[in-house]
């Protein structure tokens, strides 16, 4: 029997598999650039994964290649840029998975922020442009300023400006007209606080709360994420705000099985959207919740494919109470499911190592260096020597991540910067070094 996936997260790939096997289900992946998963690939046996390469973004091609494999039972797709065509495809194909429609909602920035504004969950409205900096005076009637301008489909914080002044707006407006967009364009208040994401599993509408995942951004005016940890221990007040807050955003938008990123800024008035991807969270935050829950969650990943309740529902909830807490939760938490309180397994901290000129990827110093740290520091590359780096104002220009383990995520993330202060990586610039 197999278990098919429409492209994936860079890193995961392994534990997804071994939650196919564990399924009693092989893992094929459906790719155009198996590059992108070579830091996983290295780590497993030539077997562990069958590969089929094949254009994903030709849905006629990968119907007919899924239509092909033998005993396929279940078709998981866990990123933002294949989810409609991947919920399209499993509902031509008779398998488990979600509603089309709300996936093409989720998608949508613009659409999930006006419709959370009606029923009370955001403050805020969106407004959709046009890239032209004649919409300035749209902007300025309507949002005010600082606003923010972005994609209504956006991925890796990519064609996202943050504008505080008229100047400011007129240039991201003249940008915008010069960059491809996934979606449209649209703008919307600029919220106060720091950022965050609850990282939450469904099913049948009913939510629960797995953790809490902090985000440091770079300065102004990027907005590129730099590092995180897991999961944050909030008050036991603060932890009920959420897992209710992050429930009822989660229902109203339609999402009602898997898992969900819901990235969140906490201002002075409360929890506001960023946004919502329905998939684990990228870069490490799937590993960082297998460690922190002591299970391999992409279990459940292969439990919801397969279109059955997750076990992972009822796994120790590293959302509890801070460490050296023993109150139990009650008798059920306001997303719908109890469970005993604090993480099982160690929290971690995780740093992405950016170059600090585009050019091409020649290597990084301060590698061997890293057993030296105290948190047991890993490397994750993202690049590989040879790589073209270019963008430098998004994710994309990550070359890799250092993440570090410790008894808390404060001190986890300590620990994970100060190893990656070591580390830098070697770019070579256009016409030499």
């Known amino acids: 029997m197999t278990i098919a996936a429409l492209e994936a997260l860079t890193f995961g ?27 996983e690939l290295a780590g ?10 094949v254009d994903t973004d030709d849905p006629a091609a990968c119907a007919a290649v899924l239509s092909a494999l033998p005993g396929l039972r279940g078709l998981i797709n866990s990123t933002d840029t294949w989810s409609v065509p991947g919920a399209d495809l499993a509902a031509e194909l008779g398998l488990p998975g979600p509603d089309p429609a709300a996936v093409r909602l989720l998608r949508d920035k613009y659409r999930v922020r006006n419709l959370l504004h009606e029923h009370g969950l955001s403050r805020g409205r969106a407004l959709a442009l046009t890239a032209d900096p004649a919409a300035a005076s749209d902007v300025l009637r309507e949002t005010g300023l600082p606003a923010v301008l972005k994609d209504t489909a956006g991925t890796s914080s990519r064609n996202v400006w943050l504008v505080r002044d008229e100047h400011q707006l007129h240039d991201a407006l003249a940008e915008a007209a010069r960059q491809p967009l996934k979606g449209r364009l649209f703008a919307e208040p600029f919220l106060a606080g720091p950022v965050y994401s609850a990282e939450t599993l469904s099913w049948e509408g009913s939510t629960r709360l797995l953790g809490v995942l902090s985000r440091q951004l770079s300065p102004e005016p990027r907005v590129r994420e730099e590092a995180a940890a897991f999961p944050v221990a909030f008050p036991a007040p603060d932890t009920a705000l959420l897992r209710d807050w992050v429930g009822r955003v989660l229902k109203t938008a339609g999402h009602d099985s898997g898992f969900a990123h819901v990235e969140f800024i906490l201002t002075a008035e409360g929890p506001e959207l960023v946004e919502i991807n329905r998939r684990i969270g990228g870069a490490l935050v799937g590993e960082a919740l297998c460690r922190a829950l002591g299970t391999n969650v992409y279990d459940a990943m292969v439990d919801t494919a397969l279109g059955r309740r997750p076990a992972l529902l009822d796994a120790p909830d590293p959302a509890g109470p801070a460490p050296g807490r023993t109150d139990p939760a009650g008798p059920e938490d306001p997303a719908g499911f109890a469970g005993p309180a604090g993480p099982t397994g160690p929290a971690t901290g995780f740093v992405l190592i950016y170059p600090d000129r585009p050019g091409t990827l020649t290597g990084w110093t301060g590698l061997d260096t890293l057993a030296a740290f105290p948190g047991a520091p890993e490397w994750y590359p993202t690049a590989a020597p040879g790589d073209r780096v270019e963008h430098l104002t998004d994710q994309r220009g990550c070359t890799g991540i250092v993440l570090a383990e410790a008894e808390t995520a404060e001190l986890a993330l300590h620990r994970a910067l100060s190893a990656a202060g070591s580390v830098r990586p070697l770019v070579a610039a256009d016409g030499g070094e």
């Open 13 to 39: 790939l392994g534990r997804l598999a071994e939650a196919a096997r564990n399924a009693g289900h092989r893992l094929c992946l459906l790719t155009r650039d198996r590059a992108v998963y070579r830091h």
């Open 44 to 53: 497993l046996p030539a077997d562990a994964v069958d590969i089929i390469d």
